[in-house]
């Protein structure tokens, strides 16, 4: 059974389809890996056990005709899934056993998914690492002791770590692109609009986004069409008409215009990120597309007001987590002490340090400053983007400034770990869908990622840019199992 | 104080200081489910047991405006002859309490769903202006309640995030009066449109009051301050005249009056002080990210506008035109939309050969009497609209006269009965035949000839006695012109 893992989605739903695998099989299989993989901490809450039997039932009256046919997978323990404890990787939450799904969830398991667990992240999905979570460190199934990028990174080293065939992350700054880079896989953030964020713990509203994460382009194809759809219980959710992204899926992108955008070239970023991305134009080429030098003069605000938007939206979002209603409480003498004992036992120092950013940031004599800049900064950076469509039908860029880190590498300066952002959080303000492909190593074996940004609502083009460049790279992680005794 | 002029002024040594006051109330939508979710609205209900997942701020879970809410918003706007704005934004308004889930309310801020508009007051010296400033759609806070145990508060959260509206006046009020009739129009105005029941009794209209003073004559407005959260138009004057008195003593004192909340102590009937302006929330107000700006077209606004019932300012000038009724009459029917609708639906009913005066001065006297004494509503009138009608018609007619009148009146109430069967069952019908009134004074003056000597020889006051008697003989329905004329001409 042990090849099951190795399957792509794509194989699986095929195997399962022509019952030459059971969704049993397949599931016990993955169960098995998980259970060696302990040293990962991929995991903060398993469902092993109701997954065998959801997967026996499946196979007892197999609906085929379904997109996920009894296909076993975890999902960030972002996303609330009922009766199964939900705790974005916090204290505040680590009791927390929601009575309902989110609406991305449940796509998923109406096609047929079944579910094995939920998967570590940063605490609140604030972080680069994974080094944020309540519940430990995430290993790199790439090499002992490196992060495997956050905050889905539990998603990451699951998927690349072979635990889960496909997952779902939520991507706020990078929080998808970022670890698929760091692990050598796929990892796709919509378009702001295309998935439903009901039931998903919010970090910031206006920039979160739910998005697929697999070993390749198709499988990530295919979970996409099956996680985006409009939601009128998500006032943000956009009804426009969704492709059949797997089925339409072509490497044929001849013709299509590349933007390079100068303003990516960053100081003190490595030589091999700079190779990679001039292999990456190499590439397009090769595929038959065009690429032209494109400028998007604002990117260098683009994390600053990140760091203003992002913080400002959390600080509201999470003061909902007071001890009240559900979650952890501290006692307290009164109800103020109650609160202050709560939140600052409950939340760990970064999502305190975005608290108090978020809050300066919309203090009264401070608004104007720096919210209402942010926001038309970010309204700046959102014109760029539209100024060079005209022109491109998509952007090449580096998915990361760097490789994955050493655990503990960067803990303890903020700033350098926010930096790890700097590719990824203008798509976000901007609202712009894009993926991150594995398109090579560095020195040490680590994978590197580019990212494809793409027209808002225009993932189909893509899909199919990293469909044909994910051709040309035939990129091979380098898994080894290290951590499986 | 003096009510020199009827103006409200406060006097102290030789100054006279003029009371500047702006409202700002708080009127819940008449909605059956509440602004950002599908929870009940209903009033009573056990704690907790109307509150979505949404209500109580779940992870998660995002707020979908309600439209229902917003059309009652416009409407209300309309009614206010407000502008409404075609683009609003939902901000929220940060705070922590036990009582609000979100840890924020979702309010609007810079950019209401309504702009100025304006409402006209009848005073007694004659109309008078008030200017709206703005109405924004916000959702009320749950329910902390601190007296059922010692050690723990306990919070219903059935109330949150139901939708209110904040409607804020310009600092054009000058009295407790003004206030008082104030608030009744905007309540008069919202019931006839059916976007707030106005009930104060169950918290569905409340207000925050601001106060402060000024010397007779100043364009320049005192430093005021807020009076939080009063429920009744009652608490609303004791409260403004405690405070207006409290500042002027103050300045008299030449102390200075700091710029702060406070708050109403029904038990003590003063205002204490709540918070300094120093220690006012910073509530970091900013557009709601789970909302989008709420955009509404023209056509949205026409259809709302075609949807208008005529409100009072229009009703009470039509009364007058085409009922002839004199202005206060008007206002006494125009002012509650339950009354105006009983009196038009006994004005359809009387028919042609109606009687309106009688009609309006026995709803006002007879019915409004019985109401109040039975502590009910026009709506809940024990005498229907219609049963009204016809009594009015049979004293119009004659059947029977008015002091009957009030006889079939009392029996009607036990029962909403037609009044034309119980003058019949009761054989109240009033004595209209000439002649048989004629036999029957002719008798009375028989029996007292030496009363009636005594008239013709000029003791005039006896004519009364007559008229006593044969009312007395007819057991009261003797028609009373009658026997005036026939008295007059036998006498």
């Known amino acids: 059974m042990s090849d099951i893992t190795k399957q792509s989605l794509t194989e699986l739903v095929e195997n399962i389809k022509n019952k030459k695998l059971s969704s049993t099989d397949v599931t016990k299989a993955f169960i098995d890996r998980s259970e060696k993989s302990e040293e990962l901490n991929t995991y903060i809450t398993n469902d092993f056990t109701s997954a065998i039997d959801k997967a026996k039932k499946f196979d007892q009256k197999p609906n085929l005709d379904l997109k996920l046919p009894g296909i076993p997978m975890a999902v960030k323990d972002l996303f609330c899934t009922k009766n199964i ?8 939450l680590n009791n927390f056993i929601p009575t309902y799904e989110s609406t991305v969830t449940e796509n998923i398991w109406n096609e047929g998914a079944i579910l094995l667990g939920k998967l570590n992240c940063d605490e609140f999905a604030m972080g680069s690492s994974n080094e944020t979570s309540f519940f430990g460190n995430v290993q790199n199934p790439i090499n002992k002791n490196l992060v495997p990028g956050g905050s889905s990174g539990g998603s990451a080293s699951a998927v690349a770590g072979q635990l889960t065939p496909i997952t779902i992350g939520t991507d706020t700054g990078g929080s998808i692109r970022q670890p698929a880079s760091f692990t050598g896989i796929v990892g796709l953030k919509p378009t702001y609009g295309s998935c439903s964020r009901y039931g998903i713990v919010a970090f910031a509203s206006s920039l979160d986004q739910a998005g697929p994460m697999a070993q390749n ?24 008409k969704r492709n059949h992204f797997s089925k339409e899926l072509t490497n044929n992108i001849k013709g299509k215009k590349i933007g390079i955008p100068k303003e990516y070239r960053v100081d003190g970023m490595p030589k091999e990120i700079e190779d990679l991305w001039q292999k990456g134009i190499h590439y397009i080429k090769d595929c038959g597309a065009e690429t032209i030098d494109i400028s998007l003069p604002n990117t260098s605000y683009a994390l600053p007001t990140y760091y203003i938007v992002a913080p400002a939206e959390a600080s509201s979002n999470l003061a909902r987590y007071d001890g009240v209603k559900y979650g952890f409480r501290a006692k307290g003498e009164n109800l103020i002490d109650m609160y202050e004992k709560t939140r600052s036992e409950g939340f760990g120092a970064e999502v305190q340090r975005r608290i108090m950013i978020g809050t300066y940031v919309l203090s009264s004599g401070y608004y104007d400053a720096y919210y209402l800049k942010a926001q038309k900064v970010r309204k700046l950076i959102k014109n760029d983007f539209d100024n060079v469509y005209k022109k491109v039908d998509a952007i090449l860029t580096p998915s990361t400034p760097s490789s994955a880190f050493k655990i503990g590498e960067k803990t303890n300066d903020p700033v350098s770990m926010y930096l ?35 027209k808002a609502f225009d993932e189909q083009n893509i899909l199919n840019i990293a469909y044909a460049m994910e051709e040309k790279i035939n990129f091979k992680n380098k898994i080894t199992d290290w951590w499986i005794k | 104080m003096s009510k020199k002029n009827s103006e409200y002024l406060i006097n102290r040594r030789d100054n006279q200081y003029e009371v500047v006051i702006g409202l700002e109330v708080h009127a819940q939508v008449l909605s059956e489910s509440k602004l950002f979710s599908t929870s009940s609205t209903k009033f009573g209900a056990e704690p907790n047991t109307q509150v979505s997942l949404v209500d109580a701020a779940f992870p998660g879970m995002l707020p979908v405006i309600n439209e229902y809410c917003v059309k009652q918003a416009i409407k209300t706007g309309i009614g206010l002859n407000a502008k409404i704005n075609k683009r609003s934004v939902f901000d929220r308004k940060n705070y922590f309490y036990a009582d609000l889930p979100q840890g924020y309310q979702i309010s609007q801020f810079k950019d209401p769903i309504v702009g100025e508009g304006k409402v006209i007051l009848d005073m007694p010296k004659g109309q008078k202006e008030v200017g709206i400033e703005r109405l924004h759609l916000e959702q009320d806070a749950g329910k902390s309640i601190h007296d059922l145990d010692p050690q723990n508060t306990f919070v219903d959260l059935n109330r949150s995030g139901v939708a209110l509206m904040e ?23 919202m019931r006839y449109l059916g976007t707030c029941d106005g009930n104060m009794q169950e918290g569905s209209l409340r207000a925050d009051v601001n106060v402060s003073v000024r010397p007779k004559g100043s364009k320049e ?32 004192e030449g102390k200075t009056i700091d710029q702060e909340t406070r708050l109403f102590d029904t038990k003590k009937n003063e205002t204490r002080s709540m918070r300094s302006k120093e220690d006012a929330h910073d509530y970091r107000y900013f557009p709601d990210p789970d909302l989008l700006p709420l955009e509404v077209s023209d056509k949205f606004i026409e259809e709302l506008k075609n949807d208008i019932p005529e409100l009072p300012d229009d009703k009470k000038k039509r009364f007058i035109e085409e009922f002839k009724l004199s202005s206060y009459e008007a206002n006494i029917l125009v002012s509650d939309i339950d009354t105006a609708k009983y009196f038009e639906e006994v004005v359809t009913k009387m028919g042609k050969n109606k009687d309106i005066k009688l009609a309006v001065n026995w709803i006002t006297g007879e019915l409004f009497a019985v109401l109040n004494s039975k502590g009910l509503e026009i709506s809940q009138s024990p005498v229907s609209a219609k049963n009204f009608a016809i009594l009015i018609n049979l004293i119009k007619n004659g059947t029977i006269s008015g002091k009957i009148a009030k006889t079939v009146f009392e029996l009607m109430i036990d029962g909403d009965k037609d009044p034309q069967k119980i003058v019949e069952e009761k054989g109240l019908k009033q004595q209209s035949d000439p002649k048989a009134l004629e036999a029957l004074i002719d008798k009375i003056i028989n029996d007292n000839r030496e009363k009636a000597i005594e008239y013709k020889q000029g003791k005039e006051k006896l004519f009364g006695f007559f008229v006593g008697q044969a009312m007395k003989a007819s057991g009261g329905k003797a028609n009373p012109q009658l026997i005036n004329e026939i008295l007059k001409k036998k006498l």
Do not use: W
Request: hydrophobic share 40%; with cysteine.
């Open chain 1, 85 to 92: 404890k939900t705790t974005a990787g916090s204290k505040i």
């Open chain 1, 217 to 240: 382009v198709k499988d990530c194809a295919l979970l996409h069409e099956v996680i985006s759809s409009y939601d009128p219980k998500d006032s943000t959710s956009i009804d426009f």
């Open chain 1, 420 to 454: 790890n952002d700097i590719f990824t959080v203008p798509v976000n303000l901007a609202g712009l869908p894009a993926i991150s492909i594995p398109a090579g190593h560095d020195s040490n074996g680590y994978p590197l990622g580019l990212q494809i940004i793409g």
């Open chain 2, 167 to 189: 409607i804020v006046s310009k600092p054009d009020l000058r009295s407790p009066d003004e206030v008082n009739a104030y608030i009744k129009k905007l309540r008069s105005i």
């Open chain 2, 221 to 252: 407005f005192g430093t005021r301050c807020e009076i939080k959260n009063v429920n009744s138009i009652k608490f609303m004057q004791m409260a403004i005249e405690y405070e207006a008195n409290r500042q002027v003593d103050l300045i008299e």
